[in-house]
């Protein structure tokens, strides 16, 4: 009777400490829905301040505004496919709380984009986007 209920506490801890670890990984629903749709007015909630943004060979930081325009002409340009996700295919955290996310977004000519981004937790413990970059895969 006591292997039982050590093993259902065992088993039970475990769960509980997997499901804070997944929990605690996940990139905001709204961040992902905002690069699958190409919506900017998504995204932009998550931008820093100054974002530091490279699209293909063009590398500088920009303001909040300026990021919104630079990712609203990119997406303009290069619509994402509606019937394909936004896939995560790399996630880390830092020991500061920040998450480095490297994913791809398939577009409605088939072109596909590695898109890298750096989330920080700010006062509020929400994640912000200091780091956004676009680079077409060949």
Same mark, same amino acid.
């Given at each position: 009777?006591?292997?039982?209920?050590?093993?259902?506490?065992?088993?039970?801890?475990?769960?509980?400490? *997997?499901?804070? !670890?997944?929990?605690? &990984?996940?990139?905001? #629903?709204?961040?992902? $829905?905002?690069?699958?749709?190409?919506?900017? @007015?998504?995204?932009?909630?998550?931008?820093?301040?100054?974002?530091?943004?490279?699209?293909?060979?063009?590398?500088?930081?920009?303001?909040?505004?300026?990021?919104?325009?630079?990712?609203?002409?990119?997406?303009?340009?290069?619509?994402?496919?509606?019937?394909?996700? *936004?896939?995560? !295919?790399?996630?880390? &955290?830092?020991?500061? #709380?920040?998450?480095? $996310?490297?994913?791809?977004?398939?577009?409605? @000519?088939?072109?596909?984009?590695?898109?890298?981004?750096?989330?920080?937790?700010?006062?509020?413990?929400?994640?912000?986007?200091?780091?956004?970059?676009?680079?077409?895969?060949?």
């Amino acid at each position: 009777m006591a292997l039982k209920k050590i093993t259902f506490t065992v088993v039970l801890f475990s769960g509980l400490i *997997f499901s804070a !670890i997944v929990a605690n &990984s996940q990139v905001p #629903g709204d961040i992902v $829905v905002g690069f699958e749709t190409g919506n900017v @007015k998504i995204l932009s909630r998550y931008f820093n301040q100054n974002v530091n943004l490279v699209v293909f060979d063009n590398n500088n930081v920009y303001s909040k505004a300026q990021t919104q325009q630079i990712v609203g002409d990119f997406f303009n340009t290069y619509a994402p496919n509606p019937e394909k996700k *936004f896939k995560i !295919i790399h996630e880390s &955290s830092g020991r500061d #709380g920040s998450k480095s $996310v490297i994913g791809n977004i398939e577009t409605k @000519k088939g072109e596909i984009f590695r898109i890298y981004f750096l989330l920080k937790q700010n006062e509020a413990k929400e994640y912000i986007i200091h780091q956004l970059r676009f680079e077409k895969q060949e």
